[in-house]
């Protein structure tokens, strides 16, 4: 089963002869419960492909299906609404919320959408990514490693859909960014979650399900 389709998808940036086709007639299928890595050189459109998935940017051509909800013509209060209940974000620089725990970090997602966490299911995120003990900790006062961990709980309590990682261990160390990518493939398997990921890591890729590699603004092989 298929949980992201899509058809000819095309996103441009700027017009006449400084136009460039960031994505270039995409057409994909995202396995539901799968690890799949994306892969190509700075500028090939990875970050623009993930964001069109995520509805954080509009094509200017084609459709994104995400869990059978066709992104294409919704507004933006609609893709707020998609964002919330069925995308988990994990970014390079973390985005954590300085001012705030790293409990109410992870429970950022509910408090915006006004939901009532699940104690159990938030209990289990927390004890699986070894944050039980700094739940009362602030961003700041944790390792790389650990900001992350908090970015994947806070990118899971919401039950999304699909998880999509745009080069998650970027800022991290060799055995750090092992030590993450570990808990998220954990996660994709304990939880039956798909995740899509961008990486310029080989090493990383070959971990995944499946790779696909993106070459100016399509796909290749």
């Keep these: 089963m298929n949980i992201v389709a899509i058809h ?19 057409d994909l299928e995202i396995e539901k419960g799968k690890f799949t890595a994306i892969i190509g050189a700075s500028g090939s459109g990875k970050t623009t492909l993930l964001n069109m ?21 919704l507004k933006e209060k609609q893709l707020a609404v998609f964002r919330r209940s069925k995308v988990g974000f994990v970014y390079q620089n973390f985005n954590l919320v300085p001012t705030l725990t790293v409990r109410e ?37 944790l390792s790389g490693g650990g900001q992350q961990r908090v970015a994947i709980a806070r990118a899971l309590i919401a039950k999304p859909a699909i998880l999509l990682a745009d080069e998650p261990t970027g800022n991290l160390d060799s055995k750090t960014g092992q030590n993450v990518l570990g808990l998220l493939k954990l996660s ?12 310029h890591n080989l090493e990383i890729a070959q971990m995944a399900d499946r790779v696909i590699r993106i070459e100016d603004g399509r796909i290749c092989g």
Excluded: C, W
């Excluded at 994709?188 to 990486?199: A, P």
């Design 8 to 26: 000819n998808l095309k996103k441009y940036f700027g017009k006449g002869e400084n136009q460039v086709k960031a994505l270039n007639g995409i």
């Design 53 to 73: 998935i995520g509805g954080i940017d509009i094509p200017d051509e084609g459709e994104v299906v995400v869990d059978g909800m066709n992104l294409r013509g």
């Design 105 to 141: 970090n992870i429970l950022f997602p509910l408090s915006l959408a006004g939901s009532t966490p699940d104690p159990a299911f938030f209990a289990e995120i927390v004890d699986m990514l070894h944050l039980k003990d700094r739940l009362h900790a602030f961003p700041g006062e």
């Design 188 to 199: 994709v398997e304990t939880y039956h979650q798909t995740l899509l990921m961008i990486t």
